[in-house]
């Protein structure tokens, strides 16, 4: 298959494109598309076939439920049994937006897109590029990261064709997404809400609005034998090729441990990569070093994760140190995902 790339400008111009891809969607067609989060695999979320195609283009383990994109508040209903007080509450402040709700399906939405689950994911995108699609597509797109299954996230198109070119039938290329880090789940099936997995929509700043939210326990501890609630999140996601650790401590001796473990690597004739932030940049000695973000605004830092991860596995390093970042804020979903990614290999840095 030839996959097709067309640049999104924002414009007039697009509305031929995106009635394109609208219609390779309403045809079975799958269509990777910018969000505000990551880029995502749009398919027509109420057709069972197509949601066994992005299966098979991620090589998606098909337990793994998708999420439902939907572009207006109005096109909620038909999906679910009900809508509680609580989700219509956060919908009202956080759609369109980095938010995903869990709620009982409807019995239009087939269990090839739930994973055989009873519950469905929705969210609202803010991306106009991706309300436009969805809203072309017929109103209902089912969409996971578009990338392949165990790699990172992708946040810019040229990402998706790496990992799925020849594979779809259409890449919108809306230049890099703006978060990084996929959107918040918060599963409105149990009392209190518990968050299934961390992003940009944080537990503080859903509880002035719905009161007690609960955080599933397994998603920043390494070592639980309970398995998460989100299906995909029990996956070795989020993987680079290289070992990655995470050095945990005060700064100078994160830095010194760092230096040293890197430096036995290369000596021992290995590629080292080191993943470093703007505070921190010009004090690492050797090996491949590349700046995240910057520590005063934690959104640099879940806005250039993936990116680097992916870069480290073209540069095909070895070994990847990274530094540790606070979880506060979005703070949380980016340590979340590194500590995925690293399999939850930590080096404590004492002093
Ligand atoms: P991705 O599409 O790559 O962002 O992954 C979607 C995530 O949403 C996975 O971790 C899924 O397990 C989770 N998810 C989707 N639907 C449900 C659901 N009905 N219940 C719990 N988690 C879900
Ligand atoms: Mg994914």
Redesign the pocket.
Known sequence: MVTKIEKIEGKKADEKVIRAAGEILKNGGLVAFPTET?Y?LGANALDEKAARKTYQAKGRPSD????VHIARMEDLPAIVKKIPKKAAAAAEKFWPGPL?M?FE?SGIVPYGT??G?D???VRMPDSETARRLILAGGGYIS???ANLSGRP?PTSAEHVREDLDGKIDMILDGGPVEIGV??T?L?MTVDPPMI??PGAVTKDMLEPLIGPVSVDRTLIQPDSAAAP?????KYRHYAPRANLQIIDGERKQTIAVINRLAEEKIKAGFLVGIIATEESVGRYECGNIKCVGSREDERTIAAGLYRILREFDEDGVDYIYSESFSEDGIGMAVMNRLLKAAGHQVIKAES
Not at 64 to 67: A, G, H, M
Not at 229 to 233: E, I, R, S
């Open positions: 990551v995502g793994n439920p998708l999420i995903t869990i399906k739930t994973g689950l519950t469905v994911a969409a996971p990261s996230s996929e959107s789940i599963d299934l997995r609630k989100a299906p995909g999140m």
